[in-house]
């Protein structure tokens, strides 16, 4: 797995502002962890797995209009 990873063109420059592309204004804007992330997939999952497709369709519709 490592040595995978540290043959990824993306790997350094996603963990190190330096080798990145991305403006450092923008870095340190960003958060450093993607625990808000994991809230949201955790909230959408918490009632719709395991649903038909049209029910999938209308609770994922229904978390959009809560997060908005």
Known sequence: WLKD?????FM???LY????LIPLY????S???TN?????HRNANCNGIGL???AGIMHG????????
Do not use: D, F, H, R
């Not at 502002?17 to 990145?20: H, N």
């Not at 923008?26 to 804007?29: F, G, L, M, S």
């Not at 808000?36 to 949201?40: L, W």
């Open 26 to 29: 923008i870095w340190k804007a």
């Open 61 to 68: 519709q229904q978390c959009n209009i809560q997060v908005l």
């Open 5 to 9: 990873k540290e043959t990824a063109k």
């Open 36 to 40: 808000g992330n994991e809230q949201s």
């Open 52 to 54: 038909i497709l049209l």
């Open 17 to 20: 502002q330096p080798c990145s």
């Open 31 to 33: 958060p450093s962890t």
């Open 12 to 14: 350094i420059p996603a």
